[in-house]
Nanobody
Framework: VQLQASGGGLVQPGGSLRLSCAAS????????MGWFRQAPGKEREFVAV????????YYADSVKGRFTISRDNAKNSVYLQMNSLKPEDTAVYYC??????????????????????WGQGTQVTVSS
């Protein structure tokens, strides 16, 4: 699976952005998809994940209630709608894919090392 993220940009605090991640390959619909972000000088952190059919989602506490992950398997795409953006949301955002969104012993996969496929990042800057 090859992934291409887009939609980043400069937005004022309180504003909104919608990120997209386009995937190649006919097996996209069988993969769980995640979004991660990495701010300068910080480790890559989990943002959100969605199961293969969009039936279940999970969010980092820092974005819960503000961000929404969704997917359209017919378009081989996953989205991240970001509302009420804050300066601390500034980061490079990455989409990722893995065959299974759950860890073997239970719980969602939230570590970047747990995802096999990655797209290039898209910069999101929240500033006035």
């Amino acid at each position: 699976v090859q992934l291409q993220a887009s939609g980043g940009g400069l937005v004022q605090p309180g504003g909104s952005l919608r990120l997209s991640c386009a995937a190649s390959g006919r097996t996209f619909s069988s993969y769980a998809m995640g979004w991660f972000r990495q701010a300068p000088g910080k480790e890559r952190e989990f943002v959100a994940v969605i199961t293969w059919n969009g039936g279940s989602t999970y969010y980092a506490d820092s974005v819960k209630g503000r961000f929404t992950i969704s997917r359209d398997n017919a378009k081989n795409s996953v989205y991240l709608q970001m509302n009420s953006l804050k300066p601390e949301d500034t980061a490079v955002y990455y989409c990722a894919a893995d065959a299974d969104p759950y860890r073997r012993l239970g719980g969602w996969k939230t570590r970047s090392s747990e995802y096999v496929y990655w797209g290039q990042g898209t910069q999101v800057t929240v500033s006035s």
